[in-house]
């Protein structure tokens, strides 16, 4: 029997790996209703959440009722930030648990195609996780997040972006500091909620902070959205901003895993991971 | 069997591996020839996983090299690991998939055509057809050693490197496992390297034995001559001379006490 095609070009290879490593992460959402669950349900709750909150909001401050929805649209964007960074950091931890990075890394695939698996299931995650609770947001609140046109697929994309590079380096450091560490991949991103002016303008920050802000992609995004929001106009400037530290993010991440990588390879970390 | 006219599978000159101040790996030397079976064989710590781990490229070695298959695998593994594969009790898969699932996702790995064919071919040979839609996590320990054996053969590897196939098995399954990799050898002439303290396996199946203790090789030679110069009945007495640092032809008493 021929087990390999002579044919196969090294690209077809690669996305055969990544597309293993993907069928491994479906098989376990399709084998576990309880983890769809989980993924539909706090941006669900987020939503209903903010949702009754701007109804309060909107028969008693102006601000806000200026632009209906902007608190929930606000909630629902950043759940993609917290949602893509789970979206790599449980994956990549699920092996881990298995105690099967040593499995993995013993077959032909490549540290950088496990990266690209874990960017794309992060993706499917992410999209499981909020259309319902964008679709619902419509019939409760007459918030139709869609409505933001194009520029909600910028948004998205830079949060999702974002979320990546926060999931590969949090993963990287649970790879090197063992699974005791774990917990950093759920509570860690929350750092960055303050500073991202997700439900306010940047400028309510102290004068001190906001150079900190600035420097995250995610302050540029919400920026951005609010500008959408109350003005009626797509900031190409604040997105720009956003593409360029995304850039610069997403290598700097993608390059700390793959050294992380590299130290368990020194330290013989791959073998020893577990429960 | 005579390798003397191919080319090793296996090449480790002066390997090292130093964890901090402790040596795991102390500067070894040895060749693996084409379709041979040999085995590492030391006691707990002696540095047999960790060989295998640098040999599979898990690990970097501290200083030397390990060629397989004339790559070097510190820097060009991904040349060769479609042509290896390796098993472990101690290297779980994830345990919520089913047999099945876990298959196919190495079959992807590995970049293998007809998936179906071919898991249900080595599933077929080691009679755990009928787990394949059970989850890993509900098999036995005999079951998950069989199924973690069928991954190692999926690609039909040229080279299989096994860290204790055996270790908590009853007797019989272990027996089984033995004979199958025994004929499985014979039928692909693949070549085989095992990490293993279990002597009746290395007399079993293999053609030459590596002796380790303390990250180094202190002895080698097919377990017929290994019995032979210690003068011993068996390999599990040669293990316990090298083990416990006794020298060839130590006195009969020491033999006496240990048998």
């Given at each position: 029997m021929t087990l390999h095609s002579g044919g196969k070009s090294a690209l077809a290879g690669a996305w055969q790996r990544i597309g293993g490593m993907i069928l491994r992460h479906v098989y376990v959402l399709r084998g576990s209703w309880p983890r769809v669950l989980e993924l539909v349900y706090w941006p669900t709750m987020q939503m209903v959440l903010w949702g009754f909150i701007t109804v309060f909001f909107r028969e008693h401050s102006s601000w806000v009722a200026q632009a209906a929805g902007v608190l929930i649209s606000a909630a629902l964007l950043w759940d993609v930030l917290f949602r893509a960074n789970l979206g790599i950091a449980l994956p990549f931890m699920d092996e881990m648990w298995a105690r099967n990075l040593g499995q993995l890394f013993v077959s032909p695939l490549r540290p950088h195609e496990l990266v690209s698996a874990l960017l794309i299931m992060s993706l499917i995650r992410t999209l499981i996780s909020i259309t319902p609770a964008a679709l619902l947001a419509f019939p409760l609140y007459d918030v139709w997040v869609f409505s933001l046109g194009p520029s909600l697929i910028a948004f998205f994309a830079n949060l999702m972006v974002l979320g990546w590079s926060v999931g590969l380096f949090f993963s990287a450091l649970v790879l090197r500091l063992g699974l005791g560490a774990e917990g950093i991949c759920w509570y860690g991103i929350f750092l960055l909620a303050p500073l991202s002016g997700v439900y306010y303008p940047?400028?309510?920050?102290p004068a001190w902070l906001q150079p900190v802000a600035w420097g995250l992609p995610s302050a540029y995004v919400f920026e951005g959205m609010r500008a959408v929001l109350f003005e009626n106009t797509f900031r190409l400037d604040l997105l720009l901003k956003a593409v360029g530290l995304n850039i610069l993010y997403l290598l700097a991440a993608t390059g700390f895993f793959l050294w992380m990588f590299r130290r368990a390879r020194i330290r013989g970390l791959l073998l020893q991971q577990g429960e | 069997m005579s390798f003397e006219t191919q080319s090793p599978v296996i090449v480790a000159q002066k390997l090292s591996k130093r964890f901090g101040p402790v040596v795991a790996v102390d500067a070894i030397d040895f060749t693996v020839m084409p379709g041979s079976t040999v085995a590492l064989l030391g006691g707990n710590g002696a540095g047999k996983t960790t060989t295998l781990a640098m040999l599979l490229g898990l690990l970097l070695p501290s200083d030397g090299e390990v060629r397989v298959f004339g790559e070097d695998m510190a820097r060009h593994r991904f040349r060769v690991l479609r042509r290896m594969n390796f098993s472990s009790p101690y290297v779980d898969m994830p345990?919520?998939?089913?047999v099945l699932q876990n298959l196919t996702v190495y079959a992807h790995l590995y970049g293998l055509d007809r998936i179906k064919e071919r898991i249900h071919a080595v599933c077929e040979g080691l009679n755990i057809e009928m787990l394949l839609k059970r989850d890993l996590g509900t098999l036995s320990a005999g079951q998950k050693t069989r199924v973690s054996i069928a991954k190692a053969l999926l690609n039909e590897p040229a080279l299989l490197l096994l860290d204790e196939p055996t270790a908590s098995l009853d007797p019989d399954t272990a027996d089984w496992v033995r004979g199958y990799l025994e004929s499985y050898r014979a039928a692909h002439g693949m070549t085989i390297m095992l990490a293993s303290h279990n002597m009746s396996e290395v007399e079993r199946l293999c053609d030459r034995v590596i002796m380790m203790r303390e990250g180094r090789i202190v002895d080698t030679g097919t377990p017929a001559a290994l019995i032979e110069h210690y003068g011993r009945r068996s390999l599990e007495e040669v293990f316990l001379d090298i083990a416990r640092n006794r020298r060839i032809g130590a006195d009969n008493g020491v033999s006496t006490a240990a048998q």
């Amino acid at each position: 029997m021929t087990l390999h095609s002579g044919g196969k070009s090294a690209l077809a290879g690669a996305w055969q790996r990544i597309g293993g490593m993907i069928l491994r992460h479906v098989y376990v959402l399709r084998g576990s209703w309880p983890r769809v669950l989980e993924l539909v349900y706090w941006p669900t709750m987020q939503m209903v959440l903010w949702g009754f909150i701007t109804v309060f909001f909107r028969e008693h401050s102006s601000w806000v009722a200026q632009a209906a929805g902007v608190l929930i649209s606000a909630a629902l964007l950043w759940d993609v930030l917290f949602r893509a960074n789970l979206g790599i950091a449980l994956p990549f931890m699920d092996e881990m648990w298995a105690r099967n990075l040593g499995q993995l890394f013993v077959s032909p695939l490549r540290p950088h195609e496990l990266v690209s698996a874990l960017l794309i299931m992060s993706l499917i995650r992410t999209l499981i996780s909020i259309t319902p609770a964008a679709l619902l947001a419509f019939p409760l609140y007459d918030v139709w997040v869609f409505s933001l046109g194009p520029s909600l697929i910028a948004f998205f994309a830079n949060l999702m972006v974002l979320g990546w590079s926060v999931g590969l380096f949090f993963s990287a450091l649970v790879l090197r500091l063992g699974l005791g560490a774990e917990g950093i991949c759920w509570y860690g991103i929350f750092l960055l909620a303050p500073l991202s002016g997700v439900y306010y303008p940047i400028e309510t920050l102290p004068a001190w902070l906001q150079p900190v802000a600035w420097g995250l992609p995610s302050a540029y995004v919400f920026e951005g959205m609010r500008a959408v929001l109350f003005e009626n106009t797509f900031r190409l400037d604040l997105l720009l901003k956003a593409v360029g530290l995304n850039i610069l993010y997403l290598l700097a991440a993608t390059g700390f895993f793959l050294w992380m990588f590299r130290r368990a390879r020194i330290r013989g970390l791959l073998l020893q991971q577990g429960e | 069997m005579s390798f003397e006219t191919q080319s090793p599978v296996i090449v480790a000159q002066k390997l090292s591996k130093r964890f901090g101040p402790v040596v795991a790996v102390d500067a070894i030397d040895f060749t693996v020839m084409p379709g041979s079976t040999v085995a590492l064989l030391g006691g707990n710590g002696a540095g047999k996983t960790t060989t295998l781990a640098m040999l599979l490229g898990l690990l970097l070695p501290s200083d030397g090299e390990v060629r397989v298959f004339g790559e070097d695998m510190a820097r060009h593994r991904f040349r060769v690991l479609r042509r290896m594969n390796f098993s472990s009790p101690y290297v779980d898969m994830p345990k919520r998939l089913s047999v099945l699932q876990n298959l196919t996702v190495y079959a992807h790995l590995y970049g293998l055509d007809r998936i179906k064919e071919r898991i249900h071919a080595v599933c077929e040979g080691l009679n755990i057809e009928m787990l394949l839609k059970r989850d890993l996590g509900t098999l036995s320990a005999g079951q998950k050693t069989r199924v973690s054996i069928a991954k190692a053969l999926l690609n039909e590897p040229a080279l299989l490197l096994l860290d204790e196939p055996t270790a908590s098995l009853d007797p019989d399954t272990a027996d089984w496992v033995r004979g199958y990799l025994e004929s499985y050898r014979a039928a692909h002439g693949m070549t085989i390297m095992l990490a293993s303290h279990n002597m009746s396996e290395v007399e079993r199946l293999c053609d030459r034995v590596i002796m380790m203790r303390e990250g180094r090789i202190v002895d080698t030679g097919t377990p017929a001559a290994l019995i032979e110069h210690y003068g011993r009945r068996s390999l599990e007495e040669v293990f316990l001379d090298i083990a416990r640092n006794r020298r060839i032809g130590a006195d009969n008493g020491v033999s006496t006490a240990a048998q």
